[in-house]
């Protein structure tokens, strides 16, 4: 029991900062927009049922109304066809939730083309400089696209071509799946795959691959440039909700200092 007295004494004492990931979630959280005639997921909503009145005197509560996949969530892989005899959210391993997480950092590259994607070049001269991806770890994708959560327009940045937002390669893609250990992949952006991955060969390509494989995925994370490159540890349990194919969360990292 001592590593765990530790790890609480850490946190007391400042030795291990807590990072909040999560984007909070409200009514104006950006959502994903799909085109017709796809079905689209609604805003979060809180309806209240009493605030210390005659309703309810000595109590304030509410109802929510969500999306599985809006705001900060976790993709199971039951969420994408490619798994669709897979994991609900609710059967994920608990021990699957906290693990170590990896940042690789391409927010320059997204400033300069928001359609940037990440490549199996960048991973493994990533790899060359820092050592492998950590196995059943996160690799967090930092693109400094959190900087525009505050607005879905911005968020989305969407054209008469669809949406404009940094994400990954088909074939990096297939690789992070086929031929790493990672749990999943982390991401500041609506949802895992790039804006323009509906356009790609096969289609949202991190869905296809990383779900199909059994792997995991985290979006709308926030404050990844707080991070160091590596030595992080991700806590991200979801609801267990059953037959879920996925749920919002909030996310902690474990730092060091």
Known sequence: MSVLRDLVEGIRGGSIEVIDLTAPLASTTPILMLPEPF???IPFTLQEISRYDDRGPGWYWNNIATGEHTGTHFDAPIHWITARDGEDVSQVPPSRFLAPAVVLDFAAESAA???FLL???????WEKEHGPLPEGGWL???TGWDAYAHDQGQFLNASETGPHTPGISVECARYLAERTAI???GVETVGTDAGAA???DPAFPCHTFLLGAGKYGLTQLRNL???PVTGAVVVAPPLPIVGGSGSPLRVLALVER
Do not use: I, Q
């Open 39 to 41: 079905g689209n997921t």
């Open 113 to 115: 083309n928001p359609d």
């Open 119 to 125: 490549e199996v070049d960048h991973v493994t001269a």
């Open 140 to 142: 967090l994708y930092r």
């Open 183 to 185: 749990a999943g992949v």
């Open 198 to 200: 509906h356009s790609f």
């Open 225 to 227: 440039d707080r991070l």
